[in-house]
């Protein structure tokens, strides 16, 4: 149409299929999944990849695993090569002393879904929960903690190198994330639970102020 074509011949052509493809899940799947969701909150684990560009357009890959009852990233990684051998000792890696999931949720990557990850799996006692081809609702805690990595730190920051973005990733998930960020699904508190402290009045009340990313954010503490 911005070309002057009057009557184009198929103006919605790609429309017509994402209609076909991207159809709903049904009720009944929703049911049975939230369902699962809420009866296995505490012993289930996500993980998901999403990518990122340096300012040298090389594209490095993001691994987040995330604990669904305290919404704590329990590990993440950067690669420029995220192969099944480097996936499964980043898994090793979050899973010291045979602290693992029950379940574990993940896309039909080939990563995840190959015999040496999946026989890493079964070794250890972790049941893979593989999601439906093209439902991402099925991960929610991932999708939605990679989508407030994004909002909160890589839209405002290109990385110079894999060892740049790893840094970055750190102060921002360990001093901010995990420590200091509230969440509504947690009723205000943080994956690792932060200190209780008494009631003051005004005049004896003094917090600190840490910044975060070089102020990006900040974090609050009570000063006793």
Do not use: C
């Amino acid at each position: 149409m911005n070309l002057g074509l009057k009557d184009p011949p198929a103006p919605n052509t790609i429309a017509k299929y994402i209609k076909d493809m991207r159809k709903p899940p049904t009720r009944r799947q929703l049911e049975n999944w939230h369902s699962f969701m809420r009866n296995h909150m505490d012993v289930t684990w996500a993980t998901d990849f999403f990518i990122i560009p340096t300012i040298r357009f090389e594209v490095l890959y993001v691994l987040i695993i995330i604990e669904h009852g305290s919404r704590r990233i329990a590990h993440f990684a950067v690669t420029k090569n995220p192969n099944m051998f480097w996936l499964t000792q980043q898994f090793r890696n979050a899973t010291p002393y045979g602290k693992h999931p029950k379940y574990l949720i993940h896309d039909n990557d080939p990563v995840f879904k190959s015999k040496v990850f999946q026989d890493f799996l079964a070794s250890s006692n972790i049941k893979s929960k593989a999601i439906t081809f093209r439902s991402p609702w099925q991960n929610p805690y991932a999708e939605r903690v990679i989508g407030t990595i994004r909002k909160e730190l890589l839209n405002h920051i290109i990385p110079f190198s894999e060892r740049h973005l790893y840094k970055l990733l750190d102060e921002y998930i360990n001093d901010y994330y995990n420590t200091a960020r509230t969440h509504q699904g947690l009723d205000g508190n943080t994956p690792i639970p932060t200190p209780k402290y008494g009631v003051v009045d005004i005049d004896d009340f003094k917090i600190k102020t840490t910044p975060v990313l070089n102020g990006l954010y900040h974090r609050y503490d009570r000063v006793a």
